[in-house]
């Protein structure tokens, strides 16, 4: 059963625009990941965020992650074409190694 | 690397019909998941593989669904008899990390590009 839940389902921006998505999970984690799923592709890891951080960057992808409120969001700033895509958090609970579990995935839509 | 693949890329069958997907990790990797993607459940871990061996099959759906890792570098699932419900995307996934390590450990996974199966 998927453990988290994202928001918005669907994001359609303008290209240049920041973009924000939003995913909220239910046990304690180890940590939680943010892949990307291009349409009729496999799913591409984009960031790992560990349980005792609370922001991560990397190039135009910011993440944060609030333990206490069991959520996590990822940022795409200036937007490009490219950037549409499903995103899915991912988070490894707590006790365990290697399961990811995945939320229901945000679909975002980049206009050029 | 050629990163994770997976045989066929697309997989029409007839219901009762054996379908056998197949999946060949990254060289390396000690770890390998087989998941289902479909519209209304998301994406689902079936099994994962470590170092060859099944540690957890609790997401198999049914007795009809049978997951195989021989060697290292290939892996099987296999749906017998397939029913038209079983229509989904099927990744395989793996990973460089394994139940050593455990909590510290980098859980990032590499997927293959899916099997699109559809049971008519």
């Avoid at chain 1, 973009?19 to 790992?48: D, E, F, P």
């Avoid at chain 1, 965020?49 to 969001?73: A, F, M, Q, Y």
Wanted: contains cysteine; hydrophobic residues 30%; glycine residues 6%.
């Amino acid at each position: 059963s998927q453990q988290g839940e994202e928001d918005p389902q669907a994001l359609s921006i303008q290209e240049g625009e920041n973009a924000t998505m939003n995913c909220s999970y239910k046990t304690s984690i180890n940590n939680l990941q943010w892949y990307r799923q291009n349409s009729g592709r496999g799913l591409v890891h984009l960031i790992l965020i560990r349980s005792n951080e609370r922001e991560k960057h990397s190039g135009r992808l910011r993440v944060t992650l609030d333990t206490s409120k069991k959520s996590s969001s990822l940022l795409i700033t200036a937007s490009r074409a490219a950037d549409t895509a499903s995103y899915f958090c991912a988070t490894v609970p707590l006790d365990s190694s290697y399961k990811l579990i995945f939320g229901s995935g945000t679909r975002l839509l980049v206009r050029p | 690397d050629a990163g994770v693949i997976q045989s066929p890329r697309h997989e029409v069958t007839e219901m009762g019909q054996e379908v056998t997907l197949r999946c060949k990790p990254i060289s390396g990797h000690n770890s390998l998941f087989w998941y289902r993607q479909t519209m209304m459940r998301g994406l689902e871990l079936l099994i994962y593989f470590n170092n060859n061996v099944p540690i957890d099959d609790s997401g198999m759906p049914e007795d009809r669904f049978s997951a195989k890792m021989p060697n290292a570098s290939f892996s099987t699932l296999k749906i017998q008899p397939s029913e038209p419900r079983d229509s989904a995307v099927y990744f395989c996934a793996s990973s460089p990390t394994g139940l050593a390590g455990h909590k510290s450990s980098y859980n990032e996974q590499f997927f293959g590009p899916g099997t699109r199966l559809t049971v008519l």
